[in-house]
């Protein structure tokens, strides 16, 4: 073989071998996998199941991908900050919790897919274009289906049949309790009854609002999703036990812990979830190309051990519809 031939040989193998070079190269580097967490009993119940879902797709932590977290414990003056140091360490994929937590990672990145775990109303509250079709850097769940706000009403209205006022506390910077206030007075309308909402931003305004609520007569409390009221979970089920107030939340973990009942869907299914977008990101899919995803399974747990210290009486029927029963 002459000088030259043998030169193109080389450059032609060189040539071939540059692709598989490269993609070892970049399967040996660790994912790095930003998680911003509003904080509260949806984040510490969701993200071992999250961890476990990524060791079943094949994931190990430390030597095929690293996990970044940064949780602002309820304290949303926090995501700012939060949001950008997940952005100056350069993951390569952000998976979020709370609606307000992606207000701030949206202005902090155009670019790094977020994977929403935990969002109410993507469409509405501008994070996608649509369900089918989100277009830009945000994927994920949201967790809540529609309709899901009207049900809390009616089910409440089955446990307390009397009650003719209803409290809802909810937070304004959350953009999706809007259209979830607007089920629960629609819902309210076709059943009598008169909604009453406080704001929450934190356990001072949370305990204010219980008290509040016996001056005006009120029948049934509905706690709407977010890391404010999840972070002060016992402080709302010890307020609703000391002033007798049958209350619905949206996860079952606040059942579990003595709440009268939830319905919703269950994080750790949201959880599990968001760990399928991110493996499908991290092998290249484009977040604006996966279509959000809605929970398939809403569960209602009732806790009869708290229905008798509120001296209430579940119907069979309702019973007979609960997916769990504590007792």
């Known amino acids: 073989m002459t000088r030259r031939r043998r030169r193109q040989f080389l450059l032609a193998a060189a040539a071939l071998t540059l692709p598989f070079a490269a993609w070892a190269q970049q399967s040996s580097r660790l994912a790095r996998i930003g998680v911003l967490a509003g904080g509260g009993t949806s984040w510490h119940t969701g993200f071992e199941p999250f961890r476990q879902r990524l060791r079943e797709l094949g994931y190990v932590e430390d030597r095929t991908m690293t996990l970044v977290v940064r949780d602002a414990e309820g304290r949303a003056e926090r995501y700012r900050e939060m949001a950008a140091e997940l952005v100056q360490l350069r993951v390569d994929v952000i998976v ?172 750790v299914d949201l959880w599990r979830g968001a760990a399928e977008f991110v493996d499908k990101i991290l092998k290249g899919a484009k977040p604006a190309e996966l279509a959000v995803a809605q929970p398939s399974r809403l569960e209602l747990v009732i806790n009869l051990k708290t229905a008798k210290a509120l001296g209430l009486t579940i119907s069979q029927p309702l019973l007979l519809r609960a997916d769990r029963i504590i007792e």
């Open 96 to 267: 979020v919790q709370g609606n307000a937590a992606l207000v701030a990672l949206k202005q902090a990145t155009p670019t790094i897919p977020i994977v929403m775990a935990n969002i109410g109303d993507p469409v509405g509250a501008g994070f996608v274009a649509s369900l089918a079709k989100p277009g830009g850097n945000i994927t994920g769940l949201s967790n809540m289906a529609e309709g899901v706000s009207g049900k809390w009403v009616e089910l409440l209205k089955q446990v307390a049949p009397k009650a003719e006022r209803l409290a809802v506390l909810w937070d304004p910077r959350n953009v999706a309790h809007a259209s979830m206030w607007r089920e629960i007075q629609a819902a309210s309308a076709t059943l009598r009854m008169t909604p009453l909402a406080w704001e929450v931003r934190g356990r001072d305004e949370i305990e204010r609002a219980f008290s509040a609520m016996s001056t005006e007569r009120v029948g049934g409390v509905i706690i709407l999703p977010h890391p404010v009221a999840g972070e002060h979970r016992q402080s709302i089920l010890g307020l609703a036990s000391r002033h007798r107030l049958p209350t619905i939340y949206p996860f079952s973990d606040f059942a579990e812990a003595g709440g009268l009942m939830s319905y919703g869907p269950t994080n």
